[in-house]
């Protein structure tokens, strides 16, 4: 069931105030994943304090870095859950959890963050290995 | 790291691998951890062995992307558990901090006798070493090894409410709670009244069979079968 708008409207903010563009219907899923060129980043945003907390400012710092994915996206776990459902059709090889981060390259998935990979770590930590993710795969696309 | 919950563990929400003395390990997120048990939600098993997989090939597995789910809810006897291991521990090839779980409380012996109720939260169910082994050789008589058993209530019996025993397949919802060779399945309306419950099994002159202890129930009719709460 989902949380009242007013409580998650902040934790949408979070992302959408760094310029990451929001999907809120599978339409919108499809329109972002069709451009299959370059580097692209999926975050998917939930309400789960233990780990999306962390996640969210992670995810800010780590687009300070000088490699980053050319496009950004986010979905919003247990909310918006038509596009929740159609971005995971994209890994569906992937069990499913929330929050987590898949980076794409030329359409194909090239990182993968599940959620035991963002829970009980700080921005920092999370931050840190996102960027050693964009170095190895933002830059070398460029 | 219970960001929003101080009264859980200190691992509530986060993503555990249990390991137990047996062939079975667990991953899922950790509820709540305690002396009695531990709960995980949206969990996943794995038999060592199986599907060509050792214990440590399934960790392995999942912690890169993670377990599909097979149970809603999971509970674990904390006595069959050896260890609680984040898998983001593994996930990240950081040493493996092992978080211990409390240890046992202390009892005087091993005896298979009725335990205290656990407190509002408690979830367990106790089966003694002759119940096991009883459900054991009837599931192996039935010859269908997939089966668990089902423990349930239902209205009516001399004190209100009747016990239910049976051999079923997992129930979506159903809380499941391991034991060696098979698992003890409950629905949602029968744990609130089998919280904290022994299952016993008596063999002697004066007859055998299955006997409830139930901690919950306020009266208890003489055969056994029934009780209020």
Same mark, same amino acid.
């Given at each position: 069931?989902?949380?009242?708008?007013?409580?998650?409207?902040?934790?949408?903010?979070?992302?959408?105030?760094?310029?990451? #563009?929001?999907?809120?219907?599978?339409?919108?899923?499809?329109?972002?994943?069709?451009? *299959?060129?370059?580097?692209?980043?999926?975050?998917?945003?939930?309400?789960?304090?233990?780990?999306?907390?962390?996640?969210?400012?992670?995810?800010?710092?780590?687009? #300070?870095?000088?490699? *980053?994915?050319?496009?950004?996206?986010? +979905?919003?776990?247990?909310?918006?859950?038509?596009?929740? #459902?159609?971005?995971?059709?994209?890994?569906?090889?992937?069990?499913?959890?929330?929050?987590?981060?898949?980076?794409? #390259?030329?359409?194909?998935?090239?990182?993968? +963050?599940?959620?035991?990979?963002?829970?009980?770590?700080?921005?920092?930590?999370?931050?840190?290995?996102?960027?050693?993710?964009?170095?190895?795969?933002?830059?070398?696309? *460029? | 790291?219970?960001?929003?919950?101080?009264?859980?563990?200190?691992?509530? @929400?986060?993503?555990?691998?249990?390991?137990?003395?047996?062939?079975?390990?667990?991953?899922?997120?950790?509820?709540?951890?305690?002396?009695?048990?531990?709960?995980?939600?949206?969990?996943?098993?794995?038999?060592?062995?199986?599907?060509?997989?050792?214990?440590?090939?399934?960790?392995?597995?999942?912690?890169?992307? @993670? $377990?599909?789910?097979?149970?809603?809810?999971?509970?674990?006897?904390?006595?069959?558990?050896?260890?609680?291991?984040?898998? @983001?521990? $593994?996930?990240?090839?950081?040493?493996?901090?092992?978080?211990?779980? &409390?240890? &046992?409380?202390?009892?005087?012996? &091993?005896?298979?006798?009725?335990?205290?109720?656990?407190?509002?939260?408690?979830?367990?169910?106790?089966?003694?070493?002759?119940?096991?082994?009883?459900?054991?050789?009837?599931?192996?008589?039935?010859?269908? &090894?997939?089966?668990?058993?089902?423990?349930?209530?239902?209205?009516?019996?001399?004190?209100?409410?009747?016990?239910?025993?049976?051999?079923?397949?997992?129930?979506? @919802?159903?809380?499941?709670?391991?034991?060696?060779?098979?698992?003890?399945?409950?629905?949602?309306?029968?744990?609130?009244?089998?919280?904290?419950?022994?299952?016993?099994?008596?063999?002697?002159?004066?007859?055998?069979?299955?006997?409830?202890?139930?901690?919950?129930?306020?009266?208890?009719?003489?055969?056994?079968?029934?009780?209020?709460?």
């Amino acid at each position: 069931m989902p949380y009242p708008e007013e409580l998650v409207a902040p934790m949408r903010k979070e992302l959408t105030n760094l310029g990451i #563009k929001e999907l809120r219907t599978p339409a919108d899923v499809d329109a972002f994943m069709k451009d *299959k060129s370059g580097t692209s980043m999926i975050v998917l945003n939930s309400v789960c304090g233990c780990a999306a907390g962390g996640a969210r400012p992670g995810v800010a710092l780590s687009l #300070k870095n000088e490699s *980053k994915p050319a496009r950004i996206a986010t +979905v919003f776990a247990g909310q918006d859950v038509d596009a929740v #459902k159609q971005m995971r059709s994209y890994i569906a090889d992937i069990p499913p959890s929330s929050p987590c981060i898949a980076i794409f #390259k030329d359409g194909e998935l090239a990182h993968f +963050v599940p959620r035991h990979g963002i829970e009980g770590r700080s921005p920092q930590d999370i931050a840190a290995g996102l960027v050693q993710a964009f170095n190895g795969i933002c830059a070398a696309a *460029k | 790291m219970g960001t929003f919950h101080d009264n859980k563990s200190e691992l509530h @929400g986060i993503t555990v691998v249990v390991d137990t003395a047996g062939p079975k390990v667990y991953v899922g997120r950790c509820d709540d951890m305690d002396d009695r048990q531990v709960i995980l939600l949206d969990a996943d098993e794995h038999e060592d062995g199986k599907d060509g997989r050792s214990k440590e090939q399934y960790v392995q597995r999942a912690a890169k992307f @993670g $377990v599909w789910k097979k149970h809603e809810r999971l509970v674990i006897p904390r006595a069959q558990v050896t260890k609680v291991q984040k898998l @983001g521990e $593994v996930y990240s090839g950081a040493p493996a901090a092992v978080v211990s779980p &409390p240890k &046992p409380a202390e009892s005087p012996a &091993p005896a298979p006798k009725p335990k205290a109720a656990p407190d509002a939260n408690g979830a367990v169910v106790a089966l003694t070493p002759n119940a096991q082994e009883e459900v054991r050789r009837l599931i192996a008589a039935d010859g269908k &090894p997939g089966l668990g058993l089902r423990l349930g209530v239902k209205g009516g019996g001399c004190s209100g409410f009747s016990y239910r025993l049976e051999f079923d397949q997992k129930k979506e @919802g159903d809380t499941v709670i391991p034991s060696e060779g098979f698992s003890v399945f409950l629905d949602r309306k029968s744990l609130i009244y089998l919280r904290g419950i022994t299952l016993d099994y008596q063999k002697g002159l004066q007859g055998k069979g299955f006997v409830f202890h139930n901690p919950n129930a306020s009266n208890t009719c003489g055969c056994g079968e029934s009780f209020s709460v």
